[in-house]
């Protein structure tokens, strides 16, 4: 075999790379840019009625935050399987993962109503002392609760399509859903024609409206055009004990992973709201920006671990490992790259909220820091997201996001912000760094390849 035919082989093997990469990741990367770019005109809604209403929506949304990740962990250990059964064409178990994976979330989804639902105000005097704000929360608290159940439905079909390679439907119903709940939003917060306004009310209405659209328009597909997917059985939930433990050994840690990490995040937002409300209003700010400049880092980590947990379940190992290294680079060079434009972009885009001046100012200074640590982050999210729990191995992941959250994330939370009483730039700057020990203690892991652990049987 000639030099000429080698290069044009692996020019051949790029172009297909990229080529499936590109169709996963920009469909995740746009649903998730509509997301937050919704999310964020929903909060230029909100912040026009007060920095207390900002903050009341943004602490009231930390137990919908740690409902998600525990949903996002219960559905991400569940794609690892679905994306190697999927590369294996085994639809008879891809079935049964579905079937545990909407057991489990409609588990999660009652247990988290019923605490939102009846106790409100215990949850939000964890995170703020401010009467207002926990009277404002509450009452929207109490009717998005009812969205939980919906949000459970939608996320188990969303994941596994997505592992089947399908991601543009999860796109397309959640563009649809997103936009409906901002129409609602502008609609139901400040009122139109007869309609009166329901301020906070209305928010929490539009939210729990356009979860039910989602999950309507995400099953009417399913059902009428992707047969892969449609459970016409019960059967699909009689799993056999061998199966749950194959499946529950590695997507335990998943849960564990993101149900503790959500919880230490939500520790950082106890430590924000009680150095006052503007602060965690300049936080809430910040953060529902940076969502919109991450989303090409959650599309290559979501493709990332599509594509390594294609590869693995079809027993190309040394694929997997190269794929690791490409999603790896991509991720530190786009990661660096979007950092640059967020510090040029900061102070422009915080005018577009109307808060007062001690808020837009921290609020740039937390996005600037939050532009800083972007390639870490971008990397971290490819490591966790793709590489190590695509490869299968989550315990692993468990214990390098939780040491790196809860031994210096939240220490230093804390130590920063009641013990030196730093800004609360500064505070989320001491937090960042955690990123950075992370970035180094993983890519040490994926160097040594321990992480290439087929979970699916190969016959």
């Not at 990741?25 to 026009?48: F, Y």
């Not at 790259?337 to 577009?352: K, S, T, W």
């Not at 909220?353 to 001690?358: A, K, L």
């Given at each position: 075999m000639n030099g000429d035919t080698i290069m044009l082989q692996q020019k051949t093997r790029y172009k297909d790379f990229y080529k499936v990469m590109a169709s996963i990741a920009i469909p995740i990367?746009?649903?998730?840019?509509?997301?937050?770019?919704?999310?964020?005109?929903?909060?230029?809604?909100?912040?026009?009625?007060?920095?207390?209403?900002i903050a009341a929506v943004g602490l009231s949304n930390q137990v919908f935050f740690i409902f998600v990740l525990i949903l996002f962990g219960i559905n991400s250990g569940m794609s690892i399987f679905t994306a190697q059964y999927w590369g294996k064409q085994d639809i008879n178990s891809i079935k049964k993962v579905l079937g545990l994976a909407l057991a489990l979330g409609l588990s999660f989804s009652f247990v988290f109503f019923v605490a939102a639902a009846v106790f409100p105000q215990f949850i939000l005097k964890i995170f703020t002392e401010d009467i207002k704000v926990i009277e404002l929360g509450s009452e929207y608290l109490r009717i998005v609760s009812f969205s939980y159940v919906f949000t459970g439905i939608?996320?188990?079909?969303?994941f596994i399509l997505r592992s089947t390679g399908?991601?543009?439907l999860p796109m397309m119903v959640?563009?649809?859903?997103?936009?409906?709940?901002?129409?609602?939003?502008?609609v139901l917060i400040f009122g139109v024609g007869s309609i009166p306004p329901l301020g906070i009310k209305g928010a929490a209405i539009a939210t729990l409206l356009s979860r039910i659209l989602e999950t309507i328009l995400i099953l009417s597909y399913i059902y009428h055009s992707y047969e892969v997917l449609a459970v016409k059985s019960l059967k699909v939930f009689k799993i056999s004990k061998g199966f749950l433990k194959q499946v529950m050994a590695t997507t335990t840690p998943v849960i564990l992973n993101e149900a503790l990490w959500a919880l230490g995040m939500s520790m950082y937002s106890v430590s924000y709201a009680r150095i006052s409300t503007e602060a965690v209003a300049s936080v809430q700010i910040a953060l529902t920006i940076q969502g919109i400049f991450q989303v090409i880092g959650m599309g290559l980590g979501n493709a990332s671990a599509v594509m390594i947990g294609n590869v693995i379940g079809a027993n190309q190992e040394k694929k997997a490992v190269d794929y690791a290294k490409k999603f790896s680079a991509m991720g530190i060079i786009t990661g660096?790259?979007?950092?640059?434009?967020?510090?040029?972009?900061?102070?422009?885009?915080?005018?577009?909220?109307?808060?007062?001046?001690?808020?837009?100012?921290?609020?740039?200074?937390?996005?600037?820091?939050?532009?800083?640590?972007?390639?870490?982050?971008?990397?971290?999210i490819i490591l966790i997201i793709g590489i190590l729990r695509s490869g299968g191995d989550t315990r692993f992941s468990l214990f390098l996001e939780l040491s790196s959250v809860w031994l210096?994330?939240?220490?230093?939370?804390f130590i920063g912000?009641?013990?030196?009483?730093?800004?609360?730039?500064?505070?989320?700057?001491?937090v960042s760094c955690e990123e950075i020990i992370k970035m180094v203690v993983g890519f040490g892991r994926v160097a040594s390849k321990k992480w290439v652990k087929r979970v699916i049987e190969y016959n």
């Amino acid at each position: 075999m000639n030099g000429d035919t080698i290069m044009l082989q692996q020019k051949t093997r790029y172009k297909d790379f990229y080529k499936v990469m590109a169709s996963i990741a920009i469909p995740i990367a746009l649903q998730n840019l509509i997301s937050s770019s919704l999310n964020a005109v929903d909060t230029v809604m909100i912040g026009n009625l007060g920095a207390a209403e900002i903050a009341a929506v943004g602490l009231s949304n930390q137990v919908f935050f740690i409902f998600v990740l525990i949903l996002f962990g219960i559905n991400s250990g569940m794609s690892i399987f679905t994306a190697q059964y999927w590369g294996k064409q085994d639809i008879n178990s891809i079935k049964k993962v579905l079937g545990l994976a909407l057991a489990l979330g409609l588990s999660f989804s009652f247990v988290f109503f019923v605490a939102a639902a009846v106790f409100p105000q215990f949850i939000l005097k964890i995170f703020t002392e401010d009467i207002k704000v926990i009277e404002l929360g509450s009452e929207y608290l109490r009717i998005v609760s009812f969205s939980y159940v919906f949000t459970g439905i939608s996320f188990a079909y969303s994941f596994i399509l997505r592992s089947t390679g399908n991601a543009k439907l999860p796109m397309m119903v959640s563009a649809i859903s997103l936009l409906g709940n901002t129409l609602l939003n502008f609609v139901l917060i400040f009122g139109v024609g007869s309609i009166p306004p329901l301020g906070i009310k209305g928010a929490a209405i539009a939210t729990l409206l356009s979860r039910i659209l989602e999950t309507i328009l995400i099953l009417s597909y399913i059902y009428h055009s992707y047969e892969v997917l449609a459970v016409k059985s019960l059967k699909v939930f009689k799993i056999s004990k061998g199966f749950l433990k194959q499946v529950m050994a590695t997507t335990t840690p998943v849960i564990l992973n993101e149900a503790l990490w959500a919880l230490g995040m939500s520790m950082y937002s106890v430590s924000y709201a009680r150095i006052s409300t503007e602060a965690v209003a300049s936080v809430q700010i910040a953060l529902t920006i940076q969502g919109i400049f991450q989303v090409i880092g959650m599309g290559l980590g979501n493709a990332s671990a599509v594509m390594i947990g294609n590869v693995i379940g079809a027993n190309q190992e040394k694929k997997a490992v190269d794929y690791a290294k490409k999603f790896s680079a991509m991720g530190i060079i786009t990661g660096g790259i979007i950092g640059i434009i967020m510090i040029i972009l900061a102070p422009y885009v915080i005018r577009l909220f109307n808060v007062s001046e001690i808020v837009s100012l921290n609020a740039v200074r937390i996005l600037r820091v939050f532009a800083l640590f972007m390639a870490f982050k971008f990397y971290n999210i490819i490591l966790i997201i793709g590489i190590l729990r695509s490869g299968g191995d989550t315990r692993f992941s468990l214990f390098l996001e939780l040491s790196s959250v809860w031994l210096f994330g939240v220490p230093m939370v804390f130590i920063g912000a009641h013990i030196w009483r730093l800004p609360i730039h500064f505070v989320v700057v001491l937090v960042s760094c955690e990123e950075i020990i992370k970035m180094v203690v993983g890519f040490g892991r994926v160097a040594s390849k321990k992480w290439v652990k087929r979970v699916i049987e190969y016959n």
